[in-house]
């Protein structure tokens, strides 16, 4: 079975524009082939007002917002005036769990990096490219300070990247444009870092279930994927 002229465990193109935005400290626009989501990293020089006193001084702050464009999908999506909706919480969370996996909190000091995902063409896997381009954009701007001696010490710890894979007629399929994800009958997003260890599994059987066996093999899928996601980050990361 072959879709889009790719295999069922292949990735659509992904291409990553390093400094896409000129005022952020990191920025990139990644895409999943027609899925396109802008990722930015800004620094806040304080850290939120929830964290204790004794630790105000020790440790910084990783936070993330996600959001899809007006223009984004086939039907007008409304802003989210009065507050983010359910999905799109859950989707900020997943991305500021997933990128503070990826650092020191403590080497990072007293700031607050906010991550800025704003989908502005989407055909599935948003979630997943965010996280994938947001942990470039976090990269480059932690190099940036790093540069401006505004870091002591890398707080880099790991490279982070996501991928979508999928269940269909009893084929495992990976990074699922939205006709395929709407359809599935399972769905599966993958977070891990370059040590092979796994940061979040979002397994649903939407349609049916699945086998142990079945999910072994969406699992290989997946690490193989983000193992090819590794080198395009790098990649983006070498071309500044």
Known sequence: MSRENRTDKELREVKITPDYLKNPLGSVLISFGSTKVICTATIEE???????EDDKNEQGWLTAN?????GSGDSRIPRETHGARGRTKEIQRMIGRSLRAAIDLEKLGPRTVWIDCDVIQADGGTRTASVTGAWVALKLAINRLLDADKLQEDPSIK???AVSVGLKDGIVLTDLCYEED????VDMNVVMDDSGNFIELQATGEGGVFTPEQLDEMLNAAVKSIEELFKIQENALVSQ
């Open 46 to 52: 304080s850290v939120p007002p929830w964290i204790s």
């Open 66 to 70: 996600y959001g899809m464009l007006p």
């Open 159 to 161: 490279n982070v990247a």
């Open 182 to 185: 709407s359809t599935a009958d």
